[in-house]
């Protein structure tokens, strides 16, 4: 079940100004791998594994409307529950 993560400021800031939507943050959140981001945060990204699982949970339609977002390295760093920003790296952020 998608869990409704709060976003700072910041966060909403930069997911406006990147065309990030917020439901595409909470799924990668929800369903991404994630890494120590230091500073108590995390890092979270979709994967081929974790799209494998959305994909028997949620169903492939969903998992095609969020490739753009794994083939662009998208990312979210959260904390205490709460996101802190969300963005596309240049390369995967995980292998």
């Not at 990147?18 to 981001?37: H, K, N, Q, T």
Request: hydrophobic share 40%.
């Amino acid at each position: 079940m998608l869990e409704v993560h709060d976003f700072t400021r910041h966060a909403r800031e930069r997911a406006t100004a990147r065309a990030f939507p917020p439901l595409v943050a909470e799924l990668i959140l929800d369903y991404g791998e994630s890494r120590d981001a230091g500073d108590g945060a995390r890092t979270y990204a979709l994967t081929r594994a974790s799209m494998r699982t959305l994909r028997h949970r949620a169903g492939p339609t969903l998992v095609k409307a969020l490739e753009p977002y794994r083939s662009r390295n998208a990312y979210v760093i959260a904390a205490a529950g709460r996101v802190i920003t969300c963005a596309y790296a240049p390369k995967p952020l995980f292998r």
